[in-house]
């Protein structure tokens, strides 16, 4: 058997959460946060006892400012290589999102132009990231049991971590629903909504146990099979 692997969310900003993954064998960073978060980011860790140095790996998930802004600065503290699908690995190279952003209702059109001027993040800074992958990637190399795959849709180079325990960290192939934290709901943006369901129905083959989101609470799997007959 190998370690126990926990997953615990920390949230950094209005709209920005990072996620903390640790075994006895290591730690993994999923996410960054936006630039100017990374103090915030280095004192969450703190608090569950994860100086920056033990930081191995930064996964991130896509492509998108809110997920990888801080990544940069967050590699200068912990000196922890930055992982990013091919697919979406430009967007970290001209710091800007990977788009295009593609409003998936009208009603996510208008909260999306109201959420952009209530939040207004530095510039991600641009930079080059240190492993670049194509294929499904285990990071047991780096402590954790499980295993990182290619879930296109809400990006190009969308990726989940999928967990062996069947923790699985989804990044924004869904988000929560505001008014119900148990339920799912579409991401506010999709490169290709179509491929963002086949990605999603995949996954849920995997039979994993907990999803994970940015945005809103940990999700029962029966919630996103609701969400796929819903909008699939």
Do not use: C
């Not at 400012?65 to 190279?93: C, M, Q, S, W, Y």
């Not at 001027?117 to 780096?142: H, S």
């Not at 954790?144 to 990726?159: D, N, R, Y």
């Not at 369901?197 to 999700?219: D, F, N, V």
Request: without cysteine.
């Amino acid at each position: 058997m190998g370690p126990t692997t926990q997953v615990t969310g920390l949230r950094l900003g209005p709209i920005s959460r990072m996620f903390l993954v640790q075994s006895d064998a290591g730690v993994v960073v999923v996410d960054a946060g936006m630039a100017g978060q990374t103090d915030r980011a280095v004192a969450a860790l703190a608090a569950h006892g994860v100086a920056p140095q033990d930081v191995r790996l930064i996964l991130i998930t896509h492509g998108h400012i809110d997920h990888f802004g801080g990544a940069k600065a967050l590699r200068a503290r912990t000196g922890a290589p930055v992982a990013v699908h091919t697919l979406d690995a430009d967007a970290l190279r001209n710091g800007q999102n990977m788009g295009p952003l593609k409003p998936t209702t009208p009603l996510t059109g208008l909260l999306l132009s109201i959420g952009a001027r209530m939040v207004a993040p530095d510039p991600a800074i641009a930079f080059e990231p240190d492993i670049v992958f194509d294929a499904p990637w285990r990071l047991d190399d780096y402590g954790i049991a499980g295993e990182v795959l290619h879930t296109p849709g809400h990006t190009p180079g969308s990726v989940t971590l999928l967990l062996d325990n069947g923790a699985a960290i989804v990044g924004d192939l869904a988000t929560g629903n505001w008014l119900f934290p148990t339920r799912a709901a579409p991401p506010l943006v999709a490169w290709d909504l179509k491929r963002n369901w086949e990605s999603l129905h995949a996954l849920l083959e995997r039979h994993p146990t907990r999803l994970y989101i940015t945005h809103g609470q940990p999700l029962a799997p029966e919630a996103l099979h609701v969400l796929l007959k819903r909008y699939a």
